[in-house]
């Protein structure tokens, strides 16, 4: 887990990571190398207050410029909401941009997703057009981009926020082990933490990953 100031989503992430059997570590940006580990996730929060744009001056960093290394060498890279905003900042994920949401509001709720690639080592486990539970929340979420990307992980089944093709997750354009999601999987990894009449669609994100990293990815 890489940490900058203003993430709030490391503890959440490092907790279900272990929870799912792997080693997991919160690493300070300043002291983050890419060498140590093999795959990396940049979690949601507000880094830098979300100063210029979400995820920009987080991109801008030495240790953006490790991510991209890892993404380069085909580690599992996965950024989720601010993670997300910060590999589009960065260019990982094409040319595309994340915008305000469609009515300029904070949106934080449960929604409905259908994973729509599960050729990535973070969604391994899921079966194609399966439909999975996960919570959002996020201003700047709407995706955005001139052409449809190739590769969408996972999409609305509902939009929420005005997402292009529906868009809630992409793969990035170049490297097929860097996905980058809006959704909160951490936060919908264990059946008590999912409300009633939802369950724990991101469990699988970390089956995948394990699967992922056991398999040699």
């Given at each position: 887990m890489l940490k900058f100031p203003g993430t709030n989503g490391d503890?959440?992430?490092?907790h279900v990571v272990r929870l799912?059997?792997?080693?997991s570590q919160i690493v300070w940006y300043k002291e983050f190398k890419q060498k140590d580990w093999d795959a990396i996730v940049l979690a949601g929060g507000f880094s830098y207050a979300d100063r210029l744009r979400a995820g920009a001056i987080a991109?801008?960093?030495k240790a953006m410029d490790e991510v991209l290394e890892a993404a380069e060498e085909g580690k599992p890279v996965l950024g989720i909401c601010n993670g997300f905003q910060m590999l589009v900042e960065k260019g990982?994920?094409?040319?595309?941009?994340?915008?305000?949401?469609?009515?300029?509001?904070?949106i934080c709720k449960w929604v409905k997703l259908k994973v729509t690639?599960?050729?990535t080592p973070w969604t391994l486990a899921y079966e194609e057009g399966e439909e999975v539970d996960m919570p959002i929340?996020?201003?700047?979420?709407?995706?955005?981009?001139?052409?449809?990307?190739?590769?969408?992980?996972?999409?609305?089944?509902?939009n929420p926020n005005g997402s292009l093709w529906d868009v809630a997750g992409v793969v990035s354009p170049k490297y097929e082990n860097v996905v980058?999601?809006?959704?909160?999987?951490?936060?919908?990894?264990?059946?008590?933490?999912?409300?009633?009449?939802?369950?724990p669609g991101g469990k699988k994100v970390w089956e995948s990953l394990r699967t992922a990293l056991k398999s040699g990815w």
């Amino acid at each position: 887990m890489l940490k900058f100031p203003g993430t709030n989503g490391d503890e959440d992430v490092a907790h279900v990571v272990r929870l799912f059997g792997m080693e997991s570590q919160i690493v300070w940006y300043k002291e983050f190398k890419q060498k140590d580990w093999d795959a990396i996730v940049l979690a949601g929060g507000f880094s830098y207050a979300d100063r210029l744009r979400a995820g920009a001056i987080a991109a801008a960093t030495k240790a953006m410029d490790e991510v991209l290394e890892a993404a380069e060498e085909g580690k599992p890279v996965l950024g989720i909401c601010n993670g997300f905003q910060m590999l589009v900042e960065k260019g990982l994920m094409g040319e595309a941009a994340l915008l305000h949401n469609e009515n300029n509001r904070f949106i934080c709720k449960w929604v409905k997703l259908k994973v729509t690639d599960v050729k990535t080592p973070w969604t391994l486990a899921y079966e194609e057009g399966e439909e999975v539970d996960m919570p959002i929340a996020h201003a700047e979420g709407r995706f955005y981009a001139s052409e449809k990307p190739n590769r969408i992980a996972f999409q609305y089944v509902e939009n929420p926020n005005g997402s292009l093709w529906d868009v809630a997750g992409v793969v990035s354009p170049k490297y097929e082990n860097v996905v980058g999601m809006m959704p909160h999987p951490e936060r919908a990894s264990e059946e008590v933490l999912a409300p009633p009449g939802r369950g724990p669609g991101g469990k699988k994100v970390w089956e995948s990953l394990r699967t992922a990293l056991k398999s040699g990815w």
